[in-house]
């Protein structure tokens, strides 16, 4: 495929988020035969007309990693994206509203050293994984009622908005995460519900998979990336006021209020 393309569809995207409207999907309105390889070639000219902006990454994040989401969303593949020092909002603090945001608990993952594929374990992630930490994920596909096909959201940069980090940092060999239960509640109302389990059987996981992923591409995880798991439950839309809190055993509370 032209590379003209890839670009006609990154650009299509990034005018999606920067007029803050929803966009149709990729599939429907320039490629219906997108495939996976070009998805993640479009991820990656939109990855990188961020970094020519001047923002730097956090990390990669790992979505759609739970039978939860699979449901949800209809797609049933784990995917990558990268998250943006733009994007991260304290804990406790006020999240722009952009599309239509909807709301993920998530583990996180700081990495204390390299990982590089292929061939790597989830044993191998926790012992190269300096803390665990909870988050909020702030999820805002540009598509139309997030509605989309693997590569619609392989290529929208698997619909990455905002994060907030919790402030509790454990190492991972302090607890097993399998086990961890976290509750995900709006306005004072438990919504969703899981355990670390819900992401791949254990969040380690998904790590895992993600450095395998990026083993392909000749790339790894590097000391230093911040790496969400992808959520353990469904995603709740949130409208502007809305008071989120995710509160994680063991791994204390993240909390955001929806701003305008
Ligand atoms: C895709 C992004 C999913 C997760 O944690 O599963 C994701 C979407 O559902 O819009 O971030
Ligand atoms: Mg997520």
Redesign the pocket.
């Known amino acids: 495929m032209s590379i003209e393309i890839i670009k006609q569809i990154k650009d299509y995207l990034v005018a999606g988020e920067v007029e803050k409207r929803e966009v149709v999907k990729v599939t429907t309105a320039i490629k219906p035969d997108l495939t996976v390889e070009e998805a993640y070639q479009a991820q990656e000219l939109l990855v990188q007309h961020k970094l020519d902006e001047g923002h730097k990454i956090v990390g990669p ?6 039978k939860a ?1 699979w449901d ?2 209809g ?1 049933s593949e784990p ?1 990558y ?1 990268y998250v943006f020092d733009y994007q991260l909002v304290d804990n406790g603090g006020v999240v722009p509203f952009q599309i239509h945001p ?1 709301v ?1 608990a ?1 583990i996180a993952f700081l990495i204390g050293e390299d990982i590089e594929g292929p061939g790597i374990t989830a044993a191998q992630v926790l012992a190269k994984t300096e803390y665990v930490l909870p988050a909020i ?1 702030v ?1 805002d ?1 540009r598509y139309e009622n ?1 509605n ?1 096909t693997l590569t619609d ?1 392989i290529a929208d940069n ?3 908005s905002r994060v907030v980090f919790g402030n509790t940092l454990r190492k991972p060999s302090e607890f097993d995460l399998e086990l961890v239960g976290a509750t995900l509640s709006v306005n004072g109302k438990i919504r969703e519900l899981g355990a670390g389990a819900a992401v791949l059987g254990h969040p380690a996981n998904a790590i895992a998979v993600l450095a395998n992923m990026l083993a392909r591409k000749g790339e790894k995880i590097k000391k230093g990336d911040l790496i ?1 798991s ?2 353990l439950t469904g ?1 709740i839309l949130v409208n502007v006021g809305d008071f989120v809190s995710a509160k994680f055993d063991g791994l204390g509370e993240v909390t955001l209020t929806m701003g305008e």
């Not at 994040?61 to 739970?66: C, D």
């Open positions: 994040k790992m979505g759609l990693t739970s989401k949800q969303m797609v995917i994206g909807k993920e998530e994920e999820i596909s997030f989309f959201v698997a619909s990455t969400l992808g959520a995603a």
